[in-house]
């Protein structure tokens, strides 16, 4: 797993609250407001989050779009990992098959050889013995 990528936040790390926005119109929660929590800020439009009667602050609306883009960033990289292991796994099964299948057509194909190879050798005595009686007579 590659723990190089200081963009993701841990699931342990801390996120520091963002001090109240002095009116609703000057809240600017970008990136550079929190840095090196995200490359880009989470858009508005990847999480819509439930109504409810309570009113939603704008820190918590914040908090709300990070959880999901974590949560999206953990379960894409899982992804890629899951993908990473199930072909790795799938060439090691098909080289294990494969070797298999080889060894068995070595031997069926060696079993045929010498079962040739013996009748060819006992029609050869046959007609060779033949020829000799025949040339006595």
């Given at each position: ?21 002095a009116s609703p119109a000057a809240a ?110």
């Amino acid at each position: 797993m590659n723990h190089d990528d200081n963009s993701i936040p841990l699931l342990t790390e801390v996120i520091p609250a963002a001090p109240a926005p002095a009116s609703p119109a000057a809240a600017d929660y970008t990136a550079a407001a929190f840095p090196g929590a995200f490359h880009t800020p989470p858009s508005a439009t990847s999480y819509q989050p439930p109504v409810s009667a309570v009113p939603v602050t704008p820190a918590a609306e914040q908090y709300r779009q990070w959880e999901q883009e974590i949560r999206e960033n953990v379960l894409q990289s899982l992804l890629e990992q899951a993908d990473t292991v199930l072909q790795q796994h799938l060439q090691d099964q098909m080289a294990l098959a494969l070797d298999n299948l080889a060894t068995i057509l070595t031997q069926r194909i060696k079993e045929n050889l010498h079962e040739a190879l013996a009748e060819t050798v006992t029609r050869a005595v046959a007609e060779e013995m033949a020829r000799f009686a025949s040339s006595k007579k």
